[in-house]
């Protein structure tokens, strides 16, 4: 049942996610076509789910996805390296114009034994590209238009010299970092990364730097509140009002993109490894035709199968399902409700060996594909505990001993019916009451610190007890009691074992009495005296 829930949660997780993000978001299976789109691909292309969803990505928008270069990308440099980051792809699209687009790919392995998915992530870089361009125009840049562009820039702007000294960013720049300009003008740029890395990422903007061919690259920010944000960074030298070379970098946020994309990756992979690891054998099936999807490990050890045996075969023709599946109305029931439960099914192994297992199957959908999920656990041990349990349970009932079980407070959590038949007290009387209810008052209060003490450094105490019954009649009981220690050494109760001596100790008394009189009588026979002739 784990399982079932970590499922959901990811497939839910995993659409809530996708939804969010603000960046265009593809999912394409193997061949390429459209899996699942998210809202802002539909809302920046200015397309439909029903043009988008099951349509080869080159045919989307009239085959305005047809593009030379996003073709190397998925055929050619993907399959090679599973992914790729910031590759930049400019094409004219006739029903948002002219657009510059770096994306982000990657190869996910999905659950259920289905094929790898790419998931590729779109950004629109068209403003940065042409705010870029301004800054690379060394000639023409004065220190008018840099204000200008540092006003009506909507990226974060910082602007740093040849001695990597801050002089000045943007009002963009300052919510990015959450700075203001006078904490760090005149400081080192390193100031801007967090410590273990600012060696490392300086010596990333000089190569940056050297290589005029250089592409943005990824980087981290430490920010004002101690918080990491990742940011492309990109940079070019440009000429101050004195003709001193500075540069100037755009840092565009991106944080919650490679989130996005690596919860995604992460989900899936922690699925994936809940579905190896599980300690209940799990079949994934598809919802429409019966077919097996998956099966995990401890499913084809359980039953002696390969996986390759299971893979492909409708439920009701493996071998040892047949009886569960003498029932396709069961089936057509899980497609109707959604949920079929066995409790107690013997399913025969390769070997021969029968087993119970609690066959669950639960019906869900994953990226709009309705999946059939089969829990399937071995409870041959849980049959055979619950018989030993239910003999127990008799036993306990039915013994001719009171037997009282108590909280580690010594609260009553149950007497069985014995102690009812000696006390006159019925359950509901006693439940969460002391054992002192049962107390006829004559015992000393420094025996019962004793016994406690015994018990609660666990011990057994055996001693007897002078008792009152409800009807305020007197009786005797020897008792054993002990306390009852779990798996990891911890008292968790007390279970007292009684027994009503009244019998035996009247029976004692009587003897002793008996015992003296005729003690006497021979003393008076033989003349001897005696003060006390009548002791009793």
Same mark, same amino acid.
């Given at each position: 049942?784990?399982?079932?829930?970590?499922?959901?949660?990811?497939?839910?997780?995993?659409?809530?996610?996708? !939804?969010?993000?603000?960046?265009?978001?593809?999912?394409?299976?193997?061949?390429?076509?459209?899996?699942?789109?998210?809202?802002?691909?539909?809302?920046?292309?200015?397309?439909?789910?029903?043009?988008?969803?099951?349509?080869?990505?080159?045919?989307? #928008?009239?085959?305005?996805?047809?593009?030379?270069?996003?073709?190397?990308?998925?055929?050619?440099?993907?399959?090679?390296?599973?992914?790729?980051?910031?590759? $930049?792809?400019? *094409?004219?699209?006739?029903?948002?114009?002219?657009?510059?687009?770096?994306?982000?790919?990657?190869?996910?392995?999905?659950?259920? %034994?289905?094929?790898?998915?790419?998931?590729?992530?779109?950004?629109?870089?068209?403003?940065?590209?042409?705010?870029?361009?301004?800054?690379?125009?060394? !000639?023409?840049?004065? #220190?008018?238009?840099?204000?200008?562009?540092?006003?009506?820039?909507?990226?974060?702007?910082?602007?740093?010299?040849?001695?990597?000294?801050?002089?000045?960013?943007?009002?963009?720049?300052?919510?990015?970092?959450?700075?203001?300009?006078?904490?760090?003008? #005149?400081?080192?740029?390193?100031?801007?990364?967090?410590?273990?890395?600012?060696?490392?990422?300086?010596?990333?903007? @000089?190569?940056?730097?050297?290589?005029?061919?250089?592409?943005?690259?990824?980087?981290?920010?430490?920010?004002?509140?101690?918080?990491? @944000?990742?940011?492309?960074?990109?940079?070019?030298?440009?000429?101050?009002?004195?003709?001193?070379?500075?540069?100037?970098?755009?840092?565009?946020?991106?944080?919650?993109?490679?989130?996005?994309?690596? @919860?995604?990756?992460?989900?899936?992979?922690?699925?994936?490894?809940?579905? $190896?690891?599980?300690?209940?054998?799990?079949?994934?099936?598809?919802?429409?035709?019966?077919?097996?999807?998956?099966?995990?490990?401890?499913?084809?050890?359980?039953?002696?199968?390969?996986?390759?045996?299971?893979?492909?075969?409708?439920?009701?023709?493996?071998?040892?399902?047949?009886?569960?599946?003498?029932?396709?109305?069961?089936?057509?029931?899980?497609?109707?409700?959604?949920?079929?439960?066995? $409790?107690?099914?013997?399913?025969?192994?390769?070997?021969?060996?029968?087993?119970?297992?609690?066959?669950?199957?639960?019906?869900?959908?994953?990226?709009? *594909?309705?999946?059939?999920?089969?829990?399937?656990?071995? !409870?041959?041990?849980?049959?055979?505990?619950?018989?030993?349990?239910?003999?127990?349970?008799?036993?306990?009932?039915?013994?001719?001993?009171?037997?009282?079980?108590?909280?580690?407070?010594?609260?009553? $959590?149950?007497?069985?019916?014995?102690?009812?038949?000696?006390?006159?007290?019925?359950?509901?009387?006693?439940? %969460?009451?002391?054992?002192?209810?049962?107390?006829?008052?004559?015992?000393?209060?420094?025996?019962?610190?004793?016994?406690?003490?015994?018990?609660?450094?666990?011990?057994?105490?055996?001693?007897?007890?002078?008792?009152?019954?409800?009807?305020?009649?007197?009786?005797?009981?020897?008792?054993?009691?002990?306390?009852?220690?779990?798996?990891?050494?911890?008292?968790? !109760?007390?279970?007292?074992?009684?027994?009503?001596?009244?019998?035996?100790?009247?029976?004692?008394?009587?003897?002793? @009495?008996?015992?003296?009189?005729?003690?006497?009588?021979?003393?008076?026979?033989? #003349?001897?005296?005696?003060?006390?002739?009548?002791?009793?």
């Amino acid at each position: 049942m784990i399982i079932k829930k970590s499922a959901d949660e990811v497939s839910e997780f995993a659409e809530n996610i996708i !939804n969010t993000v603000r960046e265009p978001l593809l999912l394409l299976d193997k061949k390429l076509r459209v899996v699942k789109a998210s809202r802002s691909f539909f809302d920046f292309f200015k397309v439909s789910s029903d043009e988008t969803i099951g349509t080869l990505i080159y045919n989307l #928008g009239n085959n305005q996805w047809d593009i030379p270069k996003l073709r190397e990308l998925l055929e050619t440099i993907l399959p090679d390296k599973t992914t790729f980051d910031n590759y $930049e792809v400019e *094409h004219d699209f006739s029903t948002i114009g002219k657009r510059i687009m770096p994306s982000n790919a990657r190869q996910i392995e999905r659950a259920f %034994g289905k094929e790898k998915v790419i998931l590729l992530a779109i950004e629109d870089i068209t403003g940065r590209k042409r705010e870029e361009k301004l800054l690379r125009d060394k !000639n023409r840049l004065t #220190g008018e238009y840099l204000d200008i562009l540092f006003d009506l820039a909507r990226t974060p702007i910082v602007i740093w010299d040849s001695s990597l000294i801050i002089n000045r960013f943007n009002l963009e720049f300052q919510i990015l970092s959450g700075y203001e300009s006078s904490e760090v003008i #005149g400081k080192p740029i390193k100031t801007l990364f967090p410590d273990d890395r600012a060696d490392s990422f300086i010596d990333l903007l @000089k190569n940056h730097l050297s290589d005029k061919n250089s592409e943005a690259f990824e980087i981290d920010i430490l920010t004002k509140d101690k918080s990491i @944000k990742t940011v492309l960074w990109n940079s070019t030298g440009i000429f101050d009002n004195e003709g001193k070379n500075i540069v100037a970098t755009m840092a565009q946020d991106i944080t919650d993109r490679k989130q996005t994309s690596e @919860k995604l990756a992460y989900l899936e992979t922690s699925y994936r490894i809940l579905f $190896e690891s599980a300690q209940d054998g799990i079949l994934t099936l598809n919802a429409e035709t019966g077919k097996i999807i998956d099966a995990n490990p401890f499913l084809c050890e359980l039953l002696d199968y390969s996986k390759e045996k299971f893979i492909d075969k409708e439920l009701w023709q493996i071998g040892f399902f047949k009886d569960i599946a003498a029932n396709k109305e069961k089936f057509l029931e899980l497609q109707k409700n959604g949920y079929v439960r066995y $409790e107690d099914l013997p399913l025969e192994t390769a070997t021969g060996q029968i087993i119970n297992v609690e066959f669950v199957s639960y019906l869900y959908s994953v990226n709009n *594909h309705k999946v059939i999920q089969c829990n399937i656990r071995d !409870n041959t041990i849980g049959k055979h505990n619950k018989d030993m349990l239910l003999k127990l349970s008799r036993a306990v009932e039915q013994s001719p001993a009171s037997i009282i079980i108590t909280d580690t407070e010594g609260d009553i $959590e149950y007497i069985n019916p014995k102690v009812t038949e000696i006390t006159g007290y019925q359950f509901a009387e006693v439940i %969460g009451k002391k054992p002192r209810i049962f107390s006829s008052g004559e015992k000393p209060k420094s025996e019962y610190k004793e016994l406690w003490a015994t018990i609660t450094s666990g011990k057994e105490w055996r001693g007897e007890f002078h008792n009152k019954k409800k009807n305020g009649e007197l009786y005797w009981e020897s008792a054993s009691i002990s306390p009852i220690i779990n798996e990891k050494g911890i008292i968790t !109760n007390y279970l007292a074992v009684k027994e009503d001596i009244t019998e035996q100790k009247r029976a004692a008394e009587e003897l002793l @009495k008996a015992k003296e009189k005729a003690e006497e009588s021979d003393k008076l026979k033989n #003349g001897i005296p005696c003060s006390n002739v009548a002791r009793n």
